[in-house]
């Protein structure tokens, strides 16, 4: 089975041509085959455009997964938490959770990621920070369960925790 998914990229200068995206690169060179990448885009950090986008790919295009990149540090204008909080039906704290306690093991300054992770409709979205090394790390954690959940998600998958 393939995954829909989408890759959204939240940064300034790169949704302004200012700076090239590595990041969402990353990102797709990890995923592989059992996901396919259905919508790419790179936005600024703005609120409303990041609530519009993940909207549209969740409830107009039923991505399955919807990872985004950037906007969950501490400056001003790093507002992706609050965007997809607004979004997200379901939390999904474990997924986040597992992310900054593997980056903390090579940086302290990974417990300063903001980054969320829920679920709208029968789309999980996940926060990924901006950097290439943090996209990889973050993804070396999730993507082993991320089948599971995805399959549970949508009724494929039962008798979790069953031997």
């Known amino acids: 089975m393939s995954y829909k998914t989408g890759i959204l990229i939240m940064s300034d ?8 995206d590595r990041s969402g690169k990353q990102i797709e060179e990890m995923l592989g085959n059992q996901f396919s ?12 455009i990041i609530i519009q986008r993940l909207l549209l790919l969740c409830d107009e295009k039923q991505l399955d997964l919807v990872l985004t990149s950037g906007g969950t540090g501490f ?6 938490p609050e965007a997809c909080m607004e979004v997200i ?8 959770e597992a992310i900054r306690s593997v980056g903390m093991l090579k940086t302290p300054k990974a417990m300063l990621s903001r980054g969320v992770s829920g679920i709208r409709g029968k789309t ?23 089948p599971h959940g995805l399959d549970t998600l ?3 998958s039962s008798e979790c925790g069953q031997e």
């Open 124 to 146: 999980l979205i996940i926060n990924l920070p901006g950097s290439v090394k943090g996209v990889r790390e973050s993804l070396e954690v999730v993507l082993p369960v991320l």
């Open 154 to 156: 949508h009724g494929y």
């Open 37 to 48: 990448v259905d919508f790419y885009d790179m936005i600024p950090d703005e609120k409303d």
């Open 75 to 80: 400056s001003s204008r790093d507002i992706t």
């Open 13 to 20: 200068k790169g949704s302004r041509g200012e700076r090239e």
């Open 89 to 96: 039906e379901k939390p999904v704290p474990g997924i986040s």
